[in-house]
């Protein structure tokens, strides 16, 4: 049972290019969250996706956005990349049930460097 | 002040010695995780609590939600136990991460 996914490991943009980093959930679950970890820093939550929407945002800036494809995996894009949005960018799957809370899995993670 | 504080930030100790991790969090939680991440980057779940303790191998976790404060602690403590311990409030179905507290452990 393959666990959460992501790609590419690495990469190195410029400012002012667009990234496009993907995630593959764990078997059976169908919520995506994703988070940006600053070095140094622990993660920040970006935005969460269910049943190919959007479900829930952090305090982050339009030039983020997302998708979730039907087969749950989900995309992160952003646009317009400046120096700051380099940090490792996390994803993480669960399934919505009826309980309030769902643990978390982690993928390894995105490393993107932008110079 | 951040909703979630860790502390210390970092700590080392010897093989052997007892540890300790404190987190303490300001939001209303569904629950409270704990987690280890490694150089590499890669994020592991030690524990999700709710209430009371819970314990795995040499870990432990307890959580007073009274006193919105939990501790994690690591009995005989190893080298491979050298990580970042990072504490994450669960709340309407997002995480709020503390900032992590750098373990080293030397033998």
């Known amino acids: 049972d393959a666990g959460v996914t992501q790609s590419p490991t690495h990469l190195i943009k410029t400012r002012g290019q667009q990234v496009t980093l993907r995630c593959s959930p764990k078997?059976?679950?169908?919520?995506v969250s994703w988070y940006q970890q600053a070095l140094g820093q622990g993660p920040q939550f970006i935005f969460q996706y269910y049943e190919e929407e959007e479900r829930q945002r952090g305090n982050f800036p339009d030039r983020f956005s997302g998708h979730q494809f039907p087969n749950y995996s989900s995309e992160l894009n952003v646009n317009a990349l400046l120096l700051g949005d380099s940090a490792l960018y996390l994803c993480a799957s669960s399934l919505v049930g009826r309980a309030s809370y769902n643990e978390q899995f982690f993928g390894p993670g995105t490393r993107l460097t932008v110079l | 002040k951040n909703e979630v504080e860790q502390s210390p930030q970092n700590l080392t100790a010897q093989e052997g010695e007892f540890i300790t991790i404190n987190c303490s969090y300001s939001?209303?939680?569904?629950?409270l995780h704990w987690l280890q991440q490694h150089p590499g980057g890669g994020i592991v779940s030690l524990f999700m609590?709710?209430?009371g303790k819970k314990k795995h191998g040499r870990l432990i976790a307890t959580i007073n939600i009274q006193e919105k404060h939990s501790s994690l602690h690591i009995t005989a403590s190893h080298p491979r136990d050298s990580a970042v311990y990072i504490c994450a409030a669960g709340n309407t179905d997002k995480l709020i991460f503390g900032t992590g507290t750098r373990l080293q452990v030397f033998p």
């Open positions: 939001v209303g939680i569904s629950a």
């Open positions: 078997s059976g679950h169908d919520t």
């Open positions: 609590l709710s209430s």
